[in-house]
């Protein structure tokens, strides 16, 4: 699913301002996390621990991304696109961060099949962070950056 974000993202950014193609963007984002929602409900309901944070989260992803899909032509379309295609970047290196963290945990007994997260890491997965922690700095300066220019651009 994050594979069709950084397509989107980086058509949208190669396109210039088109509409149409900020549109898919963003129609693809309320789909992705429409069905990520979807998903974890599932996942709740057969006795995960999704924490109840994470899942309103989502739905206010949800929310958000379709506020931006009916939202008119606006000067942080490009930027939005360069956000969304590093965050979607991101969310890569986070899920091989995670899945290698849970397949370690699995190997030494200390999880079951159904954990979707690593809460206490007792593994010696640190090297593994320390190299994202740079790659999420960037993404909240980015964010932080981004407020400043919506805060300039409103009115």
Request: net charge positive; glycine share 6%; charged share 10%.
């Amino acid at each position: 699913y994050i594979i069709g974000q950084l397509v989107f993202s980086s058509l949208n950014i190669l396109c210039g301002p088109n509409r149409i193609v900020e549109g898919l963007l963003q129609f693809y984002l309320v789909w992705f996390y429409c069905n990520l929602t979807m998903k974890e409900s599932i996942l709740i309901a057969n006795g995960s621990r999704i924490r109840t944070w994470w899942q309103a989260q989502h739905y206010l992803d949800i929310i958000l991304y379709a506020f931006l899909l009916i939202r008119a032509d606006g000067d942080f379309s490009l930027q939005f696109s360069l956000y969304i295609f590093y965050m979607s970047g991101c969310q890569v290196l986070q899920f091989y961060y995670q899945a290698g963290s849970l397949y370690k945990l699995r190997a030494l007994g200390r999880a079951t099949h159904m954990e979707v997260s690593a809460e206490g890491l007792r593994v010696k997965t640190y090297a593994d962070l320390q190299f994202l922690t740079p790659f999420f700095l960037l993404l909240y300066i980015f964010q932080s950056y981004n407020r400043y220019i919506l805060w300039h651009l409103a009115p």
